[in-house]
Structures are given as C-alpha cells and as structure tokens.
C-alpha cells in the first residue's frame, strides 16, 4: 500500500471515529437523535458505494470517481512539471529551434498524460475492455456535441507533428498578420504588430490557405516604390538608392537588395526597391520609412526631383475667344 492511499485511509478513519463518538454522545443524552445520526451516517455510506450504472463488468461509485479526480489532478500537476523540466533540462540545452522545442514540449506532455490517465484505470481495477460501451456512447456524444473542439484537437496535433507552422513564425491568414506565440489545444495565438493577441481556432491552419513568411528563415523581402522626374538619368538614381540601402544597419547584404525599373508613369519614372531584412521582419513599415527618410535627403543632396503630379492640356481648336485674366506683380489685372 503507498503512502498516499495510507495518508487517505487514516484520514477516513479519523473523520469515522470522530463521527462516531459525536453518534455515542448524542444516543447517550438523546436516543432519537443518537439513531437519527446514524442513520444518516449509513445513508453516507451507501451513497459513497452505491453504483450509479453499470457497463458490463463496470461501475462507477462515489468513491470511485473522487479518488478518479485527484489522480487525474495529480498526473495533470505531475505532468506540466514534468513538461517543464523536460524542456529546462534536455531541449533548451539543444540547437533546436523554438519552435520545435515547444511541439516536442508538447507531444511528450499529451504522451504522459495519456499514458498515466490508462495506468491510472488499470490501478483502480477498471478492465479497459469493459468499458468498450461506456465508450463508445461517450464518443458518439463527442461527436454530435463537441465536433468543432474535437477536429480543432485534432488538428493542433497536426500541427505540432507536421510543423507548417511553428512557435515564432510569422503567418497571415487572410487578413490578420502576426507573430504566433502559442499552438493550445483549440486554438492558435497570434500577436499582431499593435500587441493584440487573436485566438485562432487550429483548424483554421489545416483547412485554409496560410502565408508562412518565416518557413524558411527569417529573411523577408520588402518592396519601397518610389518615383523621380523624366530629367533623371537613371543609372544614377539606381546608384543612389542603392548605396543609401547598403547603409541601413537592418538591410541584409546577403541577398543583395536590388532596384527595379517599373515603367514610365503620368508624372515620374517609376522603380523599386526590393531590399532584404531579418531583424525588421515584424516591423516591415519602419523599416520602409527609414528608407523614405534617407532617400529624401539623398534626393535632395543630389538634385535628384521628386516630381507632382501635373497634367498637360492641349487644345486644337476653340470655336469661341477665351478670355484670360493675367495677374502682375503690382497687383493689375489685365484681360486679354
């Protein structure tokens, strides 16, 4: 017998003794109450071992699903403490990236947790196979009532077995662009560049179309458009641009950041800037602005025009004199 079972036994035999000398004291000075007392006491017992239902072999008492509930409390402590020195101890002294450290994090922790729920059963004396019915109608009540938790559990292990996303990766699904933090049971979590955390239901990953900008490695590539007048040469504006993105500390020199003519626009000649970062990745905007700003001052510093837009108009014939109001400096006006 272990010392835990020992610990609860004496303990039930306590609170019975001292029930029992309250029940002698009260028939001693009061015989009704005296037997009243017992006979709720009895009442408890029964209680306490009477079965609920019974599957074939199986059947669940009072006593049997309290001491149910603390093992299960107690593998659920035994287990996250486990989870944890498993991964203090052995993963995070790897060069295993975070992502996978936290899947196999968490498939050991599902792993244990299984395994000691079912020595749990076979330590009360349950026959698993006896409770192939119990089971089944379980299973059908999952199915009807908890279908969305189910398939989103189903595939949150997808998840951490397949890695197409992983904990740190940047994903955009459909609208919302964020950093992933955290792969639960039912649900995603995703942080946005404002901070905000979105729950995103796991099976949302498996079923939808996901953007994982951060599959491969870190690097991400950022597109700066902008544009200058038809009188720049531009060989020389390439040579800029591309010397104030080499001098940017987050502009990876490896792959090389690059200029692209786009075409001949209404009012500028049109290019892009496709330069490389990893340290920028979830902050694409400042690094964009950081450009802007340089670009400007190199612009300017090279006499390099950043153009308005402007429209020509030309006119073949007018049936009718048009009248022209001309404004002088000393503030006549004249028509013509």
Not at 52 to 72: E, H, I, M, Q, Y
Not at 265 to 274: A, I, K, P, T, V
Not at 284 to 310: H, N
Request: net charge negative; aromatic share 10%.
């Amino acid at each position: 017998m272990s010392r835990r079972s020992w610990s609860v036994k004496r303990t039930a035999l306590l609170v019975g003794a001292a029930v029992a000398a309250i029940a002698a004291a009260l028939r001693l000075s009061e015989p009704a109450a005296g037997a009243q007392l017992l006979a709720w006491v009895d009442g408890l017992q029964d209680l306490w071992s009477r079965l609920f239902s019974r599957f074939d072999n199986f059947g669940p008492t009072a006593a049997l699903l309290v001491k149910a509930s603390v093992f299960l409390a107690t593998l659920w402590f035994v287990t996250r403490m486990l989870s944890r020195a498993f991964r203090a101890e052995l993963l995070d002294k790897t060069a295993l990236d975070e992502g996978l450290k936290f899947s196999l994090q968490r498939i050991v922790s599902y792993s244990f947790f299984t395994l000691g729920a079912l020595a749990g059963l076979h330590m009360f004396g349950v026959d698993l196979s006896s409770i192939a019915v119990f089971s089944g109608a379980l299973g059908i009540g999952l199915g009807l009532g908890f279908q969305t938790i189910a398939k989103n559990f189903a595939s949150g292990l997808i998840l951490l077995v397949e890695q197409p996303i992983k904990v740190g990766d940047r994903v955009q699904v459909e609208d919302l662009l964020g950093d992933i933090v955290h792969i639960g049971a039912r649900g995603t979590w995703v942080r946005t560049n404002e901070n905000v955390v979105m729950i995103v239901p796991n099976s949302e990953f498996i079923e939808g179309r996901v953007t994982n900008w951060t599959a491969n490695d870190r690097n991400v590539r950022i597109n700066v458009p902008f544009g200058v007048s038809y009188e720049s040469d531009p060989e020389r504006v390439r040579s800029v641009v591309l010397h104030v993105a080499q001098e940017h500390a987050d502009v990876l020199d490896d792959p090389p950041c690059d200029v692209i003519f786009i075409g001949f626009g209404d009012s500028s000649l049109d290019f892009e800037l496709r330069i490389w970062t990893s340290k920028q990745v979830t902050t694409p905007k400042i690094i964009a602005s950081d450009i802007y700003f340089k670009l400007f001052a190199a612009f300017t510093e090279e006499g390099i025009e950043i153009p308005y837009p402007q429209r020509d108009v030309h006119l073949r014939s007018v049936s009718q004199p048009v009248r022209v109001e001309a404004l002088h400096s000393d503030g006549r006006t004249e028509t013509r």
